[in-house]
């Protein structure tokens, strides 16, 4: 049973440049979020997706937007990269719930380099 | 706001030693939750546990232990007789219950190093 995937793992772009990251999410689960780990720290939310809606979002801006497919799977877009966008940018999946209860399966990660 | 504080940047301990990572939460909500997750150094964040909010009962499961104190907003994991294994960086975090989905706030991690 497959678990979250995440492409591509590594990349590097400029500054300026627009940036796609895909996930899939495990197997039976049906919402998406999408956490920003810079180096050295925790992950911080950005945004999560539930039936192709997104649902919450963290403290970032515009630049950052999301996508969910009718198959569950997901697209996490940054425009106009800052070098500060530098990170690990991990995705994980869960059943909707509306608690804090679910636990997120994590995928591990695209690690993304802006020059 | 919710907070989480891991004050431990960085472990070492030498194999078969006990060690005890510290977490410390704030929060506003009566109900929320707490985890702990394990990264390894293939950046994947593993599960370890889950406590809600009412329960406050320690667990043990196998060499790893969690104890819980509302009174002092801790969530401290204890890992007995520490293998190289075990090196990783592991996060505290704290979730909340809402209507409209749910987000983890995470503590900055602590990195643990098992020598041999």
């Known amino acids: 049973d497959a678990g979250v995937t995440q492409s591509p793992t590594h990349l590097i772009k400029t500054r300026g440049q627009q940036v796609t990251l895909r996930c899939s999410p495990k197997?039976?689960?049906?919402?998406v979020s999408w956490y920003q780990q810079a180096l050295g720290q925790g992950p911080q939310f950005i945004f999560q997706?539930?039936?192709?809606?997104?649902?919450q979002r963290g403290n970032f801006p515009d630049r950052f937007s999301g996508h969910q497919f009718p198959n569950y799977s997901s697209e996490l877009n940054v425009n106009a990269l800052l070098l500060g966008d530098s990170a690990l940018y991990l995705c994980?999946?869960?059943?909707?719930?509306?608690?804090?209860?679910?636990?997120?399966?994590f995928g591990a990660g695209s690690r993304l380099t802006v020059l | 706001a919710q907070k989480v504080t891991q004050a431990q940047t960085e472990i070492s301990v030498v194999e078969k030693e006990d060690v005890t990572l510290d977490c410390v939460y704030e929060?506003?909500?009566?109900?929320?939750?707490l985890f702990w997750y394990k990264q390894p150094p293939s950046g994947e964040l593993v599960f370890l546990i889950r406590?809600?909010?009412?329960?406050?009962q320690n667990e043990i499961s196998g060499r790893y232990s969690w104890n819980f104190q509302k009174s002092t907003s801790s969530f401290n994991f204890t890992i007995t007789a520490s293998q190289v294994v075990d090196s990783a960086v592991y996060f505290c975090?704290?979730?909340?219950?809402?209507?409209?989905?749910?987000?983890?706030?995470f503590g900055p991690g602590t990195r643990l190093s098992v020598l041999p």
């Open positions: 994980a999946s869960s059943l909707w719930r509306p608690s804090g209860a679910n636990v997120l399966t």
């Open positions: 197997s039976g689960h049906d919402t």
């Open positions: 997706y539930y039936e192709e809606e997104e649902r």
């Open positions: 929060t506003r909500d009566t109900t929320y939750y």
């Open positions: 406590r809600n909010s009412f329960d406050e």
């Open positions: 975090a704290l979730s909340e219950a809402n209507n409209y989905g749910q987000n983890f706030v």
